[in-house]
């Protein structure tokens, strides 16, 4: 599940604090990276949790509602929603059951919180069309949950309000995970059962080493790189650049010279990105140029080994 763009994310984060909290301890800052990390992976677990709690409130609220009907003679309501198949097949899941066992965290403590999106579930049309329409089946089901996430989990602030009170480290994941959550509500398989599998926590030790290679490389390489930088600056003051995004330059530069494979302009475009979230609102141009410049620099003194795309006649 983790991947480069949140292994990218994580490497912002921890460098920053690096410099900033003066113990320039390398070795505790790298094991800070990893168990910052697998606190995404519990986010994704977490989030997962949340779809099985939202059921279990609905099941709750049914047995009152059927209580009631058979008091006073009326028909009992539907229980479409309350057993949909993935969420029943979701709550039983092995691998989530494991989790939910180890967590301080439950949604059980956050009763309220639940019953209000629950409300909100009820009141949208997705829920509205699911329960009128006559299709019931396993994937019909499934797809309720991928647009209900989609619509009333991926984008809420107060969801988003409560998960940085619950945990520090999941302030800037979740957009990244959410993307994770929903493949993963595609990926189940009414066949599998209990025993559908989730996504692993990496999907290879090759993006372990990424994560342990750029983040090293970035803080010994520190002189070289802002050496380069302040070269390219040209007739800017180096010293007056935005501390951020000369952090940001100094792991992309770390990411363009130790991984040979990654292409020039995929790092240059993926640091571009964060710096539009973590910097200035004038960096992502000035960033962009500068790696470029440096790029171009290192190729032609022969310092990088990588093909560069030759520049738009026009630019």
């Known amino acids: 599940m983790i991947n480069r763009e949140l292994i990218r994310i994580k490497i912002v984060q921890l460098t920053y604090a690096y410099y900033q909290n003066g113990n320039k301890n390398i070795d505790a800052a790298e094991k800070e990276l990893f168990f910052s ?3 995404a992976y519990d986010l994704y677990n977490h989030l997962l949790t949340l779809i099985v709690a939202i059921t279990r409130e609905s099941r709750r609220r049914l047995e009152l509602l059927q209580a009631k009907a058979k008091r006073e003679g009326k028909p009992e309501p539907s229980a479409k929603f309350a057993f949909n198949r993935f969420a029943l097949q979701l709550e039983e899941n092995h691998q989530l059951c494991e989790f939910m066992e180890t967590q301080k965290h439950a949604w059980a403590d956050e009763a309220e919180f639940v ?3 629950f409300e909100q579930i009820e009141q949208s049309q997705i829920y509205k069309e699911y329960m009128e329409s006559s299709e019931d089946d396993y994937a019909t089901d499934r797809e309720l949950w991928r647009r209900l996430y989609r619509a009333l989990i991926q984008e809420n602030r107060d969801l988003d309000d409560m998960l940085e009170e619950q945990s520090l480290y999941w302030n800037d994941d979740k957009d990244v995970v959410d993307t994770f959550v929903l493949k993963t ?10 025993k559908q599998e989730l996504l ?3 999907d290879s030790e090759e993006e372990k080493d990424y994560a ?3 983040f090293r490389a970035t803080i010994l390489n520190a002189e070289d790189y802002q050496r380069m930088m ?4 040209r007739n800017w003051d180096f010293s007056r650049l935005a501390y951020m995004d000369v952090i940001i330059m100094q792991i992309a530069l770390a990411e363009m010279m130790t991984f040979p494979s990654i292409p020039v302009s995929v790092t240059i475009n993926e640091f571009v990105e964060l710096s539009k979230y973590y910097s ?13 410049a440096i790029a171009r620099h290192l190729y032609h003194t022969g310092q990088l080994l990588k093909s560069i795309p030759e520049r738009d006649a026009n630019d």
């Open 37 to 39: 990390l697998s606190k």
């Open 115 to 117: 019953g209000r999106l």
């Open 185 to 194: 509500i595609k990926r189940f398989e009414e066949s599998n059962g209990p």
């Open 200 to 202: 692993p926590e990496y």
């Open 212 to 214: 342990r290679k750029l």
């Open 230 to 233: 302040s070269e390219a600056s």
């Open 280 to 292: 200035t609102p004038r960096s992502a141009g000035y960033i962009n140029g500068m790696l470029d």
